[in-house]
Nanobody
Framework: QVQLVESGGGLVQAGGSLRLSCVAS????????MAWFRQAPGKEREFLAG????????YYADSVKGRFTSSRDNAKNTVYLQMNNLKPEDTAVYYC??????????????????WGQGTQVTVSS
């Protein structure tokens, strides 16, 4: 079992940047496929990025491709989400998720067993 804790959220002006961190405890993150999601008020949870545990590949939703970059530091048991050129529509609670499943990275939130508590990102116009 793994516990995930996100940090790095906050209030930023449009065009600004934030870097979210997701620190894992309990097991090494390198054995998990990882993903970032977000959920805005009144909306469904949205996939943002996924990180393969096999070959380091990273996959992005079209809505954030070119602006967001995700990476993992296995030595620190941490994954990151670097968010640039933020827009007001990026305002949401951001979550990291992990799963030990053997399948590839998926955009389905139901495929991830472990979730952090979320961190709020607010982008002002």
């Amino acid at each position: 079992q793994v516990q995930l804790v996100e940090s790095g959220g906050g209030l930023v002006q449009a065009g600004g940047s934030l870097r979210l961190s997701c620190v894992a405890s309990g097991r090494t993150l390198s054995t998990y496929k990882m993903a970032w999601f977000r959920q805005a008020p009144g909306k469904e949870r949205e996939f943002l990025a996924g990180l393969s545990r096999y070959d380091g590949s990273t996959y992005y939703a079209d809505s954030v491709k070119g602006r967001f970059t995700s990476s993992r530091d296995n030595a620190k048991n941490t994954v990151y989400l670097q968010m640039n050129n933020l827009k007001p529509e990026d305002t949401a609670v951001y979550y990291c998720a992990a799963d030990l499943g053997l399948g590839p990275v998926t955009r389905r939130d139901s495929a991830y067993e472990y979730w952090g508590q979320g961190t709020q990102v607010t982008v002002s116009s």
